[in-house]
């Protein structure tokens, strides 16, 4: 009887454990797109702050995905999901975009868009773009156009691989960029403490640069510097998902659980 006491104590206290850990990987999350579904064309921001994504010459699909039901195929040069301006997405400094991709081609001669937040006069508020002469990723700042050049899973110019998911995280703290790969701090860069903000659209995809080619799955935005656990915490599933409660509203639910 007592071990079982025991046990039942352990099962509660891992459970408030796991609480926890959702709490604090909810803080400053203001733009969560699980890519499981469209409605009408538009992808559904997941913390119901209405950050929703219009989605042209792309599509959800199942036949490919890391996380959920689906991911988003981009295809074409000109696939993109367009994020309207809103005061959550022009006023932070520090964040973290973190994502799933899976590049299905590899570089293709022109800089090709993966995202960007832009802002008036600036493009790379973060601009991020693969190489055009090698698999890497360009992750930029203005003023200044700092950061990565092309870089990969084990810093500059390490390529990635086409037809692999990757777990990638780009956290900018003061004015340092931490670059992360599968949970592991690849490189880190010099960048503007104040980069440039406003007043402008969030992309997936095209902007004024054609579309890289990739599956996209599970990305989020958080208006806060995630330390090294947390995204390893996200990577791994912990963060707790989004359930429809109606055709335009999620909520947040149970624990996301990640399957290949």
Same mark, same amino acid.
């Given at each position: 009887?007592r071990?079982l006491? %025991?046990?039942?104590i352990?099962?509660l206290?891992g ?6 850990t959702q +709490? +604090?990987? &909810?803080?400053g999350? /203001?733009l !969560?797109?699980?890519?499981d579904r469209?409605? &009408?064309g @538009?992808?559904?921001?997941?913390t119901?702050?209405?950050?929703n994504?219009t /989605? ?5 699909t199942?036949?490919?995905?890391k996380v959920?039901l689906?991911?988003i195929?981009m295809l ?7 994020v309207?301006?809103s005061?959550?997405l022009?006023g932070?400094?520090?964040?973290s975009?973190?994502?799933w ?11 090709s868009?993966i995202?960007a937040? $832009?802002?008036p =006069?600036s493009d ?9 002469s090698?698999l890497? /990723?360009h992750y $930029?700042f ?6 990565s050049n092309c870089?990969?899973p ?8 086409v037809g ?6 780009g956290? $900018?703290?003061?004015g340092k960029?931490?670059? %992360?790969v599968d949970g592991e701090v690849?490189?880190? !860069? ?6 440039a903000q406003?007043?402008e659209?969030l992309?997936i =995809?095209k @902007? =004024? ?9 599970d990305?989020?935005?958080?208006d806060?510097?995630?330390? @090294? ?8 599933g912990?963060?707790i998902?989004?359930?429809p409660? &109606?055709?335009?509203t999620?909520?947040w639910?149970?624990?996301? @659980?990640?399957?290949d």
């Amino acid at each position: 009887m007592r071990f079982l006491s %025991y046990l039942v104590i352990v099962t509660l206290l891992g459970f408030c454990g796991v609480l926890s850990t959702q +709490a +604090a990987l &909810d803080d400053g999350l /203001i733009l !969560y797109f699980s890519f499981d579904r469209d409605i &009408d064309g @538009t992808a559904i921001d997941g913390t119901r702050n209405g950050n929703n994504g219009t /989605i042209s010459s792309a599509s959800i699909t199942t036949d490919e995905k890391k996380v959920g039901l689906g991911s988003i195929e981009m295809l074409d040069e000109n696939a993109s999901v367009e994020v309207e301006s809103s005061s959550a997405l022009e006023g932070f400094q520090d964040h973290s975009f973190v994502f799933w991709i899976n590049f299905i081609q590899a570089h293709n001669g022109a800089w090709s868009q993966i995202f960007a937040k $832009k802002a008036p =006069g600036s493009d790379r508020s973060p601009g991020v773009w693969v190489c055009p002469s090698s698999l890497n /990723i360009h992750y $930029k700042f203005n003023p200044g156009n700092q950061g990565s050049n092309c870089v990969g899973p084990g810093g500059e110019n390490q390529l990635f691989e086409v037809g692999q998911w990757y777990h990638v995280a780009g956290v $900018k703290e003061g004015g340092k960029l931490r670059f %992360y790969v599968d949970g592991e701090v690849s490189s880190e !860069y010099d960048v503007p403490a104040n980069h440039a903000q406003g007043v402008e659209k969030l992309y997936i =995809g095209k @902007t =004024g640069y054609r579309s890289a080619t990739f599956y996209l799955d599970d990305f989020f935005l958080f208006d806060r510097a995630l330390s @090294t656990d947390e995204v390893s915490d996200i990577m791994e599933g912990l963060l707790i998902s989004v359930e429809p409660q &109606d055709k335009l509203t999620t909520t947040w639910g149970s624990l996301k @659980t990640q399957r290949d």
